[in-house]
């Protein structure tokens, strides 16, 4: 199959295989119910979000009354960083102790010891290496306060890559992108919009043309892939359990 492209299999004995993505996207949601990402642990308990940092409801990702939009966009920012290869639950912690040492905060970060925020980053694991690719990001973010930066430009940034700067784009700057994680390929090959692995751009190329161009819409529909891939539709999937068994070619129940 050509990179991109979607393919419409049909199950044998199987009444019905959806090929919208959309009407995957329902159920997952009906399921799971409002995801409200991206998650602000600085923000936990406050400006409508939850004891974790979760919103209620879908919203856009720094929405207008957000008591800081500016430092929240950074906490954004830090956060795709220090999530990278990692569960979200490391990346919380270390986005709380940067938050407590005062050091969630473009100026601050750039200037700051690495071995020292390596250290206080700990918990997010590769903390060495994430030491660099926050003190790149603050170095670089200030100019991202007065024009949105293109994903290009992110790309130059050390230590993001597209995933990263597409997190970036879509939670901080309301730009509407598919994330075309590992989760998204995981799942749109075994529920047959792909019949072979795809790259990271691929998927997100083709998904986006079945998707509204909606910031809020995509936000969402990224979170509630994510959380499919992590409660059913994982390395070993727990079919049994799956709202889209009836969907999907590989089911295994
Ligand atoms: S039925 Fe199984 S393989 Fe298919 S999406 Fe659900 S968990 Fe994944």
Redesign the pocket.
């Known amino acids: 199959m050509e990179a991109g492209r979607f393919c419409h299999r049909r199950k044998k004995g199987h009444a019905y295989v959806s090929t919208d993505l959309m009407v995957m996207l329902e159920r997952l949601s009906a399921a799971y119910g409002p995801q409200g990402w991206w998650p602000l642990p600085t923000l936990a308990g406050i400006d409508g979000r939850n004891r974790v940092g979760y919103r209620a409801a879908p919203s856009m990702p720094v929405p207008s009354d957000a008591i800081n939009a500016s430092q929240a966009r950074f906490e954004i920012a830090v956060g795709a960083v220090l999530a990278q290869n990692t569960a979200w639950t490391g990346a919380t912690k270390a986005i709380l102790a940067l938050h407590h040492a005062g050091f969630l905060s473009p100026g601050v970060l750039a200037g700051i010891d690495e071995t020292l925020l390596g250290n206080t980053i700990h918990a997010a694991g590769t903390f060495k290496i994430k030491a660099r690719y926050l003190k790149a990001l603050a170095t670089a973010w200030p100019a991202f306060e007065f024009e949105q930066p293109t994903r290009t430009q992110l790309l130059t940034i050390q230590g993001i890559g597209y995933e990263t700067a597409d997190c970036i784009l879509l939670y901080c700057f309301g730009q509407p992108v598919f994330i075309g994680d590992a989760y998204a390929r ?2 749109l090959l ?2 047959g919009f792909f019949s072979s692995q795809q790259s990271y751009e691929s998927t997100r190329r083709a998904a986006a043309l079945l998707l509204p161009l909606d910031a809020t819409y995509l936000a969402e529909a990224h979170a509630l892939i994510d959380e ?1 891939g992590k409660r ?3 390395a070993k ?3 049994k ?5 009836r ?7």
């Open positions: 995981r799942i075994r529920t499919h059913c539709c994982r999937p727990l079919c359990a799956c709202p889209l068994t969907y999907c070619l590989d089911a295994r129940c």
